[in-house]
């Protein structure tokens, strides 16, 4: 039986990639969901592989802590998330890596905040709202002074975000910090929830990460 050859070339003899369309990728997609029983529409794929972004990342700063945890598959779904969103032209996500600098970012912002005073790193857990879940490093006095108390910051400050690659909603979860003692199951942890006096996030919000070189970084 013989066999067609459906390589084409350029002229100087180059061979010419074949071309995949964009909507042969969506569709791709969205039948690997219907196999999960994920049943996903071609105009929600945008905000439904964000919100897997979401649960991946919270995730890994909430599981990397524990000891022997496999947070390995957080890491691999991140990447493939943003490689899959980069194929299809949607706004960037992060990486284990960019979520990782983030969690830094914001521990060494607060060691800034105690710069020249006796201080403790401390372990904290955001109880409620976007970042439900998320575990993270600040530092704090380490003991008492008349301008501040022991421990990690009164407050916390992370920016959000919500809607899709062409209608991006930037804004700013406030947090306090709940009062001593913290949980018993979990000594170690300082606990923040939702700060009630200042507004609380709209529906639909979701942690922002930023993606390094990007215009979505600088918000």
């Given amino acids: 039986m013989s066999t067609i050859n459906l390589q084409v070339y350029e002229p100087d003899g180059t061979p010419v990639p074949p071309t995949v369309s964009r909507d042969w990728i969506v569709r791709q997609t969205l039948a690997a969901f219907e196999r999960g029983n994920h049943y996903v529409g071609p105009d929600a794929l945008d905000i439904h592989l964000a919100d897997i972004v979401d649960q991946a990342a919270c995730s890994l700063l909430r599981d990397q802590w524990k000891d022997d945890f496999p947070v390995a598959a957080y890491g691999a779904l991140l990447q493939t998330i943003a490689a899959l969103r980069a194929v299809l032209g949607y706004a960037p996500s992060p990486t284990a890596v960019d979520v990782n600098d983030w969690a830094r970012s914001i521990r060494d912002a ?102 390094p070189g990007t215009e979505e970084s600088q918000k």
């Fill in 110 to 211: 607060s060691k800034e905040a105690v710069a020249g005073q006796p201080a403790d790193i401390h372990e904290v857990q955001i109880t409620e709202g976007p970042h439900r879940g998320v575990v993270l490093a600040l530092w704090g006095p380490k003991t008492a002074t008349p301008a501040s108390l022991a421990g990690p910051q009164l407050t916390l400050e992370l920016p959000i975000v919500r809607g899709s690659s062409d209608n991006l909603e930037f804004g700013t979860a406030y947090y306090v910090r709940a009062k001593r003692p913290p949980h018993p199951e979990s000594p170690q942890l300082w606990r923040y929830t939702l700060d009630r006096v200042r507004e609380a996030p709209a529906e639909g919000m979701r942690p922002h990460i930023p993606v």
